[in-house]
């Protein structure tokens, strides 16, 4: 997972934080404050129907783990949606984005020489959930397919 300072994956889960701690105030989160007072730059976001869970979350027994790429869960994180129902180190709230013209491949690695498992057409809604160089993670929603697909294959934010 990178953090490159424009309001990316480690921005997101700081705005899931954010939300967490200042849900209960009534705060909005448009503007997400860091631990010392700082306002994240670039940070500020679409609202969308996702929000930080209420209450206390708990696994209740095993659950059997998805095929790759069929739901916007790895090791080292999930879709917030899937809070409730999957174990992950870190949850995210999606960044929504717009699939480009050309339309998206998802792969499940972040390489060109990866196959593409699902087509995304142009327009179909992407929650982006990491950034890892010139590559995006994401899925059209929590029920998947979710995967890796050129960050250029995106429309450009507020097209």
Do not use: N
């Not at 940070?43 to 790759?68: F, H, M, N, S, W």
């Not at 090791?75 to 870190?90: K, Q, V």
Request: proline share 9%.
């Amino acid at each position: 997972m990178t953090g490159d300072g424009d309001g990316g994956p480690l921005a997101l889960i700081a705005t899931c934080r954010y939300r967490a701690s200042h849900a209960a105030a009534g705060e909005s989160a448009a503007t997400p404050t860091l631990a010392d007072g700082t306002q994240m730059s670039g940070a500020t976001r679409e609202e969308t129907e996702y929000a930080v869970p209420a209450g206390v979350l708990g696994l209740k027994g095993p659950v059997e783990k998805p095929a790759p790429g069929a739901l916007p869960l790895r090791g080292d994180l999930a879709h917030i949606a899937l809070a409730g129902t999957h174990l992950a180190a870190h949850y995210v709230i999606p960044q929504v984005r717009v699939v480009g013209e050309a339309g998206a491949g998802l792969r499940i690695a972040p390489r060109d020489d990866s196959e593409v498992f699902a087509q995304l057409a142009p327009g179909t809604r992407f929650e982006l959930l990491d950034v890892a160089g010139g590559w995006v993670w994401g899925c059209p929603g929590p029920h998947g397919p979710a995967g890796w697909c050129r960050a250029g294959e995106l429309a450009p934010e507020g097209a």
